[in-house]
T-cell receptor
Framework: GENVEQHPSTLSVQEGDSAVIKCTYS??????FPWYKQELGKRPQLIID?????GEKKDQRIAVTLNKTAKHFSLHITETQPEDSAVYFC??????????FGTGTRLLVSP | DSGVTQTPKHLITATGQRVTLRCSPR?????VYWYQQSLDQGLQFLIQ???????AKGNILERFSAQQFPDLHSELNLSSLELGDSALYFC????????????FGQGTRLTVV
């Protein structure tokens, strides 16, 4: 199908722990993989993205890894903080025009 | 502020009615996407326009339609509204196709009563 599978649907961690969210896409031609964070009642906002010519990208406590062979990409958050609590969405292009989102992961970071 | 403007922010209407949601993309962006987000659900792709032309369709109901105007703003029309159409409707824009960063508006919360 054209969906992007995302796991887990919910993730609870203690402050300071790491969190990992995984996505699988189907279109082998996909070459751009963004991650969005959506806080309650707000718009999704891009937090990091990766293109298919690299395997990993880091931005402070956030990193994304890409395995093109397996069609997997993952979001890694280290040293989690309560303000990281939100819903995280991965996305992947389907063709040139369609940007398809995963089903979302609700991350809860407990103090 | 993402630069994408959606109006109205909130809309309450009765079943059977028709509403129009409006989106102004970021300056210079040619692509406009529409998404529906029901309560505690994901982002369902509805439709995408590029420089005035429809380029991709998702699971958009026949009661829904959209268009992008020459000035690149877009409107999403929802007709014969049902209770199940209550949702957040997001517009996003990007400079090019789906492999460029998409910026979201703040959404229009539609409540059908």
């Amino acid at each position: 199908g054209e969906n992007v599978e995302q796991h887990p649907s919910t993730l609870s961690v203690q402050e300071g722990d790491s969190a990992v969210i995984k996505c699988t896409y189907s279109d082998s031609a996909s070459n751009y993989f963004p991650w969005y964070k959506q806080e309650l009642g707000k718009r999704p906002q891009l937090i990091i993205d990766i293109r298919s010519n690299v395997g990993e990208k880091k931005d402070q406590r956030i990193a994304v890894t890409l395995n093109k062979t397996a069609k997997h990409f993952s979001l890694h958050i280290t040293e989690t903080q309560p303000e990281d609590s939100a819903v995280y969405f991965c996305a992947a292009p389907k063709g040139f025009q369609k940007l398809v989102f995963g089903t979302g992961t609700r991350l809860l970071v407990s103090p | 502020d993402s630069g994408v403007t959606q109006t109205p922010k909130h809309l309450i209407t009765a079943t059977g009615q028709r509403v129009t949601l409006r989106c102004s993309p970021r300056s210079g962006d040619l692509s406009v996407y529409w998404y529906q987000q029901s309560l505690d659900q994901g982002l369902q792709f509805l439709i995408q326009y590029y420089n005035g032309e429809e380029r991709a369709k998702g699971n958009i109901l026949e009661r829904f339609s959209a268009q992008q105007f020459p000035d690149l703003h877009s409107e999403l029309n929802l007709s014969s509204l049902e209770l199940g159409d209550s949702a957040l409707y997001f517009c996003a824009s990007s400079a090019g196709g789906s492999n460029t960063e998409a910026f979201f508006g703040q959404g229009t919360r539609l409540t059908v009563v």
